[in-house]
């Protein structure tokens, strides 16, 4: 195999390596966000309430985002 084509093929599975990477640090990350939402959406005060909203709000939008990095960018199987 010409060393061009190797090289870049040792950087994408680089490439596909650290995306994979970022996807499970930010879930993890998103995932006690995500309780943290829900907890103040149930709170008593409805100020509070709204900001628990508006947090789960943005982790659906990440999760989405996750989800398409996964379609352009699928987990590599070893």
């Known amino acids: ?11 994408l ?3 596909e390596d650290m995306v994979s990477h970022l996807r499970h640090d930010i879930r993890g990350a998103i995932s006690s966000t995500s309780l943290i939402a829900d907890v103040l959406a149930a709170h008593g005060d409805p100020l ?3 900001a ?3 947090i ?3 982790v659906e939008r990440i999760t989405a985002l996750l989800a ?3 379609e352009l960018v699928p987990p590599r199987r070893r």
Do not use: D, I, N, Y
Not at 1 to 11: D, H, L, N
């Open 1 to 11: 195999m010409p060393e061009s084509v190797e090289s870049a093929e040792v950087r």
């Open 13 to 15: 599975e680089r490439l």
């Open 48 to 50: 509070v309430q709204r």
């Open 52 to 54: 628990g909203k508006r």
């Open 56 to 58: 789960a709000t943005t």
């Open 68 to 70: 398409a990095t996964q």
